[in-house]
């Protein structure tokens, strides 16, 4: 019977389409992170690196970054439930000496927009209109903090959104 | 899910063997002269109120009808109501609305004398209005920090889509008059008016949209023929 066979053949498409569900996977990119460029406070221009940095969001236990020998970059995630977040920058943080470490924070406010990319990646949020202030205390190691744009807005990592002076 | 796919097994074996049966049961008919019939068949599509026994996120009801134009083809439409929520990894929304589709079948099944099946080739143009809701997300972002879920519904109205679908299926007549059908669609968007902030991922009538737009389809209909005229 043809009409049995075109049945039968119905079903089995069936069965193939229920089947496969998840068939999309996120590879767009999600919430962008601060990214930040270190720079010589005596040659404006001069990328220097900082040593032994350890880094981390205050409010979290860990460190999100530790250990890296020497950077003139690095990229910290930021808060999404807030509009500011502390970060807190320890200048020979990463090293087993405690007494040579420097502690500064710096202040960042910003204006949050969720923005939706897709089925699989969900929601992103951009970070508009930044600014960025470092809070003083007795022996600050950062001398000076610029939004590279103005206004700044962080809404991918393709590029640096802070310089720091040091 | 695991109860929906045995459901599916169950429902397409139960098909299965209705078809076998009738197969069985062929009357032969004397008169060398048997003419069609031609008329109105209404019905309804079973596979969404079966579905929403089992699933609390979906509730659907859709009208069919066709009427026979020539002896291979019948003009026919859908229309129906359907309110489903989809769960996805970062974020859930709900979408509901109303939809038709009109267009025309075409019998690709040569009849045995005195009966009247079909191989049912079908294209439509399925338009639908509808509202979206995102009940609530989760911003995807760098483990380190906390989660942070926004469950603050977000609605989007009046939103619509347009788009083509073609079937095949099988239409039995399993007794006098009443027809069962089985149909397997594939449809792609011609266009959607998509929310600000969000993409139409789920439209009525054309169920979940996949990459490049494209979806699928299942109906299972019972449906009655009210004849008209012979032919």
Known sequence: MKILKIFTLLILIIFIFFSCEKDE???????????????????PETLKKVSQLAVRVDGVEEFYL???????????????????????????????NLDNDNSDFINLTYIREDVFVSRSCGYKTFFNDVNAIIEPDDDNWIKDILTIELPQNIIDENNAHLKIYH | MRIMHILKYIISFLFFLGTVSLFSQEKEIDTAKYKDRYGLRVGIDLF????????????????????????????????????????????????????????????????????????????????????????????????????????????????????????????????????????????????????????????????????????????????????????
Not at chain 2, 78 to 103: P, W
Not at chain 2, 132 to 142: K, R
Not at chain 2, 161 to 174: C, D, P, R, T
Request: hydrophobic share 40%; glycine share 6%; net charge negative.
């Open chain 2, 48 to 231: 969404n109120p079966v579905y929403a026994l089992f699933d609390d996120n979906r509730k659907g009801l859709e009208i069919v009808a066709d009427y026979r134009i020539l002896k291979r083809f019948w003009i026919a439409g859908e229309l129906g109501y359907m309110d489903n929520t989809t769960r996805e990894d970062h974020f859930t929304f709900t979408t509901n609305g109303s939809y038709i589709k009109v267009g025309a079948d075409f019998n690709a099944y040569k009849n045995a004398l005195g009966m009247e099946n079909m191989i049912v080739v079908g294209m439509r143009y399925g338009v639908s209005i509808f509202d979206q809701t995102v009940n609530e997300y989760t911003i995807n972002s760098d483990p380190y920090l906390p989660i942070h879920t926004n469950d603050i519904p977000i609605v989007y109205n009046n939103l619509n889509a347009h788009w083509i679908e073609f079937s095949l299926g099988l239409k039995v007549e399993v007794l006098h008059n009443v027809y069962m059908g089985v149909a397997f669609s594939g449809k792609h968007i011609i266009t959607t008016k998509n929310p600000d902030n969000f993409k139409n991922l789920f439209i009525p009538g054309f169920n979940r949209v996949y990459v490049n737009d494209f979806g699928f389809g299942i109906n299972y209909t019972i449906s009655y023929l009210i004849p008209f005229y012979r032919k």
């Open chain 1, 66 to 96: 530790e250990g890296s020998i020497a950077t003139d970059s690095i990229a910290i995630p930021i808060k999404v439930d807030y509009d500011s977040t502390s970060i807190e920058l320890v200048l020979n943080g990463s090293d087993l």
């Open chain 1, 25 to 43: 996977i996120c590879l767009e990119e999600n919430t962008p992170r601060l990214i930040i460029r270190f720079y010589d406070v005596d040659e």
